[in-house]
């Protein structure tokens, strides 16, 4: 009987490798040191490619890596060897274009790392226990957005970066008027 594809892991790495978002779905890595010896060797296996246009693949500790890279955000996808690639190539790109639609266009580590929030959103509308849920960016980024409180909402509602974007904008409007 076959199974249906899974994912072993998901990560968003910067530009020097650290940790920016990172979801495992698998035991092949017991330990916190395990996963970030993993990532480190991930890596620095591909750190000197160009996956700046289209998605790269590598084999590693009997894994597949799908992965790509924008500005200074390394995305992986990484599948067991027997893994279907192009699966694991639309997972990685329905990840990479819903964080894209959901930093509006500014793909880069600080806006990662303020919307930190949507991005593990969205982890979790695409992955659930290694199994695929959803691939399409636009039904990705739509459920996210749907979790997100609006700027209208009580601030003990909001996130910490809704909150700070709320302030920002009044703090610009009262400038602005005064």
């Not at 009987?1 to 968003?12: A, G, Q, R, Y």
């Not at 990705?140 to 920002?168: C, F, M, N, W, Y």
Request: aromatic share 6%.
């Amino acid at each position: 009987m076959e199974s249906c594809p899974s994912v072993k892991n998901i990560l968003l790495l910067d530009s020097e490798g650290g940790r920016i978002a990172v979801k495992y779905y698998s035991d092949d890595w017991p330990t916190n040191n395990a996963k970030e010896a993993f990532e480190k060797s991930i890596f620095t296996k591909t750190q000197k490619t160009n996956a700046r246009t289209e998605a790269e693949i590598a084999m590693l500790e009997n894994n597949v890596i799908v992965y790509k890279f924008a500005q200074d955000l390394h995305f992986f996808v990484t599948g067991g060897d027997d893994e279907n690639e192009l699966i694991l190539s639309t997972v990685l790109q329905g990840f990479f274009d819903a964080v894209g639609l959901l930093l509006r266009g500014t793909v880069d580590k600080k806006e990662a790392l303020e919307n930190l929030d949507l991005i593990m959103l969205c982890l979790d509308e695409i992955i659930d226990g290694g199994i695929i849920l959803e691939t399409d960016a636009n039904v990705i980024a739509g459920k996210v957005a749907s979790h997100s409180v609006d700027s209208g909402a009580p601030l003990s509602e909001q996130t910490i970066s809704q909150a700070l974007a709320t302030a920002r904008e009044h703090l610009t409007r009262s400038l602005l008027s005064g």
